[in-house]
């Protein structure tokens, strides 16, 4: 008997290791010396804030959406939200100084020093050119969440978000569990101004024009591009999320 354990003792060593090691994987990034940094690339609407809200709990890195930092300074009538309005209500991009300037303020705080997730940013190739500056001793990806047009004016006219923490819902495929009230945070679910029809036809030709050009800027790097179907079902599309994240931890 005694024996039999000392040679199975090593084995079940090992396994012990392997079943602990996969369990912190992701949800551990106190071990990840380097600050790892995730690009959430796609068009509005293919689920990079529904993921991202995910994604931050998981790996504990904070969610920057610069979306919902201009929606703030709107609500907030700051000066950098009254420089953005017009810009937001037509479906345009804001200009490139002012989300660097107010991206790279929100990346140098505290919470960001082991990394984030970025979510609406970069957006033009200019971005993405000064994001590499500030990402020098950084791991990074890049995550090209593709669903096709017409889904996507589906999916955004039918959106309804969070007032308090930006968590978007759609009326029919994802409905709060109880109506008008965000599940995470019980704050009010309104629908954004800009996600009409007419708007959202603009936004996506300003996808097509200006953001679509960094699917192959970041393909030109090496190791750092993954495609990932978003059409699919929300759990199916995170869990494919999850394995390119683990693969890419070091
Ligand atoms: P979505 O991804 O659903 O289109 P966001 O919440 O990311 O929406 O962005 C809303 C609006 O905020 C954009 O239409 C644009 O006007 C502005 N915006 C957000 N991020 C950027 C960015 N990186 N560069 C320029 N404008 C931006
Ligand atoms: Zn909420």
Redesign the pocket.
Known sequence: MKRIFIIFLPLIVLFSYFLIKTYFKADDMEKVEKPFVVILLGP??AG??THAVELSKKLGLPHI????L??ENLKNNTQLGQK?KA??EK????P?DV?LDMLFARVSKEDCKKGYIL??????IA?AKALKGKLKDVDYIAINLQVEDEKLIER?TNRIMCRSCGTPFHKIFLPPKEEGKCDKCGGELYQRD?DTEAVVKE?LKVYHDQTEPLIEYYANEEKVLSNVDSRGAKDIVFNNLMDIIDKNIR
């Not at 959406?65 to 919902?68: C, E, F, K, L």
């Not at 479906?91 to 804001?94: C, F, H, I, Q, S």
């Not at 979510?119 to 033009?124: A, E, L, S, V, Y």
Request: aromatic residues 10%; hydrophobic residues 30%.
């Open positions: 509005p609407g990079k804030g959406s610069t979306g919902d201009f929606r953005a810009y937001m479906g345009n991009l804001v490139d989300v979510d609406g940013f970069p957006r033009t971005q955004i800009d936004r």
